[in-house]
């Protein structure tokens, strides 16, 4: 099992930075990917940016140059720095790691990100 808590979230201006953080706890030692999605109502959610344990990282074209994925292996903690925020960039935010051997996924309770025009 394995626990994700995220914080970071909040109201932002149009153009701002805001910094997401995603803390696991539990079987963390089993975790091959961690990512963050976003979803807004009447839409699925969306993968934006994703980290494995090796420090690749693919992003959602729409945040590419904008976002950026780390994780620091020491605390067990995945970050999400977003720059020059859009207001459709306003969503929940999710934490997700998949953990195991088949890849099973985890998420967190979701932090909102709204930012303003």
């Known amino acids: 099992q394995v626990q994700l808590v995220e914080s970071g979230g909040g109201l932002v201006q149009a153009g701002g930075s805001l910094r997401l953080s995603c803390a696991a706890s539990g079987s963390f030692f089993s975790i091959n990917k961690m990512g963050w999605y976003r979803q807004v109502p009447g839409k699925q959610r969306e993968l934006v940016a994703e980290?494995?344990?090796?420090?690749?990282?693919g992003y959602a074209a729409s945040v590419k140059g904008r976002f950026t994925i780390s994780r620091d292996n020491a605390k067990n903690t995945v970050y999400l720095q977003m720059n020059s925020l859009k207001p459709e960039d306003t969503a929940v935010y999710y934490c997700?790691?998949?953990?195991?051997?088949?890849?099973?996924?985890?998420w967190g309770e979701g932090t909102q990100v709204t930012v303003s025009s």
């Open positions: 980290i494995t344990s090796g420090g690749s990282t």
């Open positions: 997700n790691a998949k953990a195991g051997s088949w890849l099973q996924n985890y």
